[in-house]
């Protein structure tokens, strides 16, 4: 199931669905696809302040040497919590410009609230466990969501109009562009669809990866 974060619906609106999937048409999970309305279409659907949904605070578990999820989107101004349920010891890490820090746990403790204030994305890692990584993506975006297992992401209730579309994961290839889609949303009641292509690097939680922890 894809994650999604949603702010206020606007009153005329459809859906948009996309599925990731890669060279072989095999589904991609943990595809972050963000959706910008175009001028004209953020007129219509300004949102003020108070619409906004308040702080939360996610959960990142460490679980089988592995942190869950591989990719947690956030709002400037929530909040994540590393929670060991191993039983051995992680040193949780960043060395990211939007958030830098370190946390030694032992089996069962979780660390203090991590406020993530600044957009961007930050790789964390386990100084003990090298095969240990997640990727924590703040962004303020209208429309943003995460691919499920699927591969599928749903973005409910968009006002209709021109957007910009833009697709990250932790697997593209450094140095290329950005997977980037002009969208129009015309209003149908059955949900437009688009299908998109990536290629992937081998995921890095099988090997040791050190390049993605510059993020």
């Not at 956030?74 to 946390?103: A, C, L, Q, W």
Request: glycine share 6%; net charge negative; charged share 15%.
């Amino acid at each position: 199931m894809a994650f999604v974060l949603p702010l206020a619906w606007p009153a005329a609106a459809s859906d948009l669905t996309v599925k990731v999937i890669d060279g072989e048409g095999k589904p991609v999970s943990d595809a972050v696809v963000t959706l910008t309305p175009d001028a004209s279409t953020r007129d219509a659907a300004t949102l003020s302040s108070t619409e906004r949904p308040a702080s939360a605070t996610r959960i990142i578990n460490q679980k089988n040497e592995t942190f869950l999820p591989y990719v947690q989107v956030f709002r400037p101004g929530d909040m994540t919590v590393f929670r060991n349920s191993d039983t051995t010891r992680h040193h949780v890490y960043s060395f990211s410009p939007i958030k830098s820090f370190e946390f030694v746990l032992r089996p069962g403790e979780s660390s203090p609230p991590l406020t993530l204030e600044q957009i961007g994305i930050a790789a964390v890692g386990c100084n003990i466990h090298d095969h240990m990584i997640t990727y924590l993506y703040v962004s303020d975006a209208q429309n943003i969501a995460v691919s499920g297992t699927n591969g599928q992401i749903t973005l409910p209730h968009l006002s209709t109009g021109p957007y910009t579309l833009h697709l990250w994961h932790p697997q593209l290839h450094p140095g290329r562009p950005d997977i980037v889609r002009a969208v129009h949303i015309d209003g149908k009641s059955t949900p437009d669809l688009i299908t998109l292509t990536v290629s992937l690097l081998p995921d890095p939680r099988m090997q040791i990866d050190r390049e993605h922890l510059g993020y």
